[in-house]
Nanobody, 123 residues
Framework: QVQLVESGGGLVQAGGSLRLSCAAS????????MGWFRQAPGKEREFVAA????????RYADSVKGRFTISRDIAKNTVYLQMNSLKPEDTAVYYC????????????????WGQGTQVTVSL
C-alpha cells in the first residue's frame, strides 16, 4: 500500500500562486511515477502533470504548460505542484496519485490516490 497526503490548497486571487505538496509513505518503491489530477464541480477528473521518480522527467496538460511546474524530492518522498498565474478555471479539487508506470496521463493507470485538496481562484 502507498499512502498519499496532499496539502497546500487554499483560496487565491487570479494571477496568484500556490504550491501543493504530496507526501508519500508505505511501499513507495512500487510507484514509478506520480501525477496530479484535478476535478471541478460537474466535470470529469482531468490530468494536470506527471513526473517520474527516477529521472524527474515530466509531462503537462496543455492547459497548464508554462504556468505549473511539477517536481519531486526523493529524500522526502514528496511531490510538489507549483502553480503560478492562476486562473478562475483552475478552481478544482487537486488529487495526487501514484502509478507503477512513468509519466502517464490516464487516471486508470494510477493505483493510489490522495484525499484531495481544494484550490479556489477568485477574480
Amino acid at each position: 500500500q502507498v499512502q498519499l497526503v496532499e496539502s497546500g490548497g487554499g483560496l487565491v486571487q487570479a494571477g496568484g500562486s500556490l504550491r501543493l505538496s504530496c507526501a508519500a509513505s508505505g511501499r513507495t518503491f512500487s510507484s514509478v511515477g506520480m501525477g496530479w489530477f484535478r476535478q471541478a464541480p460537474g466535470k470529469e477528473r482531468e490530468f494536470v502533470a506527471a513526473i517520474r521518480w527516477l529521472d524527474g522527467s515530466t509531462r503537462y496538460a496543455d492547459s497548464v504548460k508554462g504556468r505549473f511546474t511539477i517536481s519531486r524530492d526523493i529524500a522526502k518522498n514528496t511531490v510538489y505542484l507549483q502553480m503560478n498565474s492562476l486562473k478562475p478555471e483552475d478552481t478544482a479539487v487537486y488529487y495526487c496519485a501514484a502509478s507503477p508506470a512513468a509519466v502517464v496521463v490516464l487516471a486508470s493507470l494510477y493505483n493510489y490516490w490522495g484525499q484531495g485538496t481544494q484550490v479556489t481562484v477568485s477574480l
